[in-house]
Each structure stands twice: as C-alpha cells, then as structure tokens.
C-alpha cells in the first residue's frame, strides 16, 4: 500500500495496488514433484554412499592420530553413529528387497492364473525372525543371542514374581 500524509482526509475510492501473493509449495505433497519411489531414489543418490565411505575411513584415520581424549571421545561417536546409520541403510535396503520379491511372486502366481494371497503382518514377522536366525547360524552367533535373550527373558520373569517380603 502507498504511504499516505496523515494531514490529508483519505479519498473516499483510493488506489490499491495489487501484489500477487506467492504460492508456497511443499515438494513431499505436490504432485508436481513426482512419485517417491525408494529404487530410483537409491540408485540416484548412490554416489553418496561412496562419499559416506571416504568420510568414515577419514574419521577413523583421525581416531588413530588423536591423542586428545575429548577429542578422540567425540570421534568415537560420529564413528560409532556412522556405522548405525550404515547397519540401518543395510537393514531397510534388506526389507525392501524381500518384499519386492513377495512382490514378484504374487505377480508370478497372478500370471498362472492363481488367486492372490497377502502375508498378515504377524506371517512377515515370523519370516523376517526365521530369517534372522538363519542369518546368526551361518555367522556363528546363534547360541551368544539366544543366551542373551534367556538372560534377558529370565529377568522379565523375576521382575513378575511376586516379591518374597510380601510373602
């Protein structure tokens, strides 16, 4: 709006300019930004992981050389949560995988002529836990997480008992 002397009466028909109002645009829910599809996106993005690879070996170069300790402190736990992010990447790259192979069958079925069937969530898990254990079997860590789990479950146990004071 034009600034107008105080002294003088306001005509009673002014002048408005009108400024168009920018329209702010959120790329996650406009359709003009396309469809997420987690393959494109990884193969597209995939020269990061090299550049994440390089920075962890760099990180740990450092560690090596740093005698401070607050220092070496710190590096540690960019390390440390590299390597988490890294395990995280490997693990839902893992999911996805099997459920396109999921996927594939069902359409393989479909094809012959078969009725579709969908896994309930409760049947994924029971896949993704035999998995697991298949996968700790092979690397020989099978019996260190069951003897975990037992400890951890003997816990959950005592904590249910009732106590022997109230006995």
Excluded: H, W
Aim: aromatic letters at 6%; glycine letters at 2%.
């Amino acid at each position: 709006p034009l600034e107008m002397s105080a002294k003088k009466r306001v005509p009673f028909l002014r002048q408005v300019v009108s400024v168009t109002k920018k329209v702010q645009r959120d790329p996650r829910f406009d359709d003009l930004s396309g469809e997420y599809k987690p393959e494109i996106f990884m193969k597209t993005y995939s020269f990061l992981d090299d550049i994440k690879k390089q920075e962890k070996e760099m990180v740990q170069k450092q560690l090596k050389k740093c005698r401070n300790m607050e220092q070496k402190e710190k590096l540690q736990q960019l390390l440390n949560r590299m390597t988490q992010q890294e395990q995280a990447q490997k693990k839902q790259q893992k999911l996805r995988e099997r459920e396109l192979s999921l996927k594939r069958r069902q359409r393989e079925l479909a094809k012959q002529g078969k009725k579709p069937f969908f896994l309930k969530k409760s049947e994924k898990r029971k896949l993704e836990l035999a998995e697991k254990y298949a996968e700790l079997k092979r690397s020989g860590k099978l019996e260190s997480f069951l003897s975990k789990k037992r400890k951890r479950n003997a816990i959950k146990d005592k904590r249910r008992l009732p106590s022997q004071k109230s006995l």
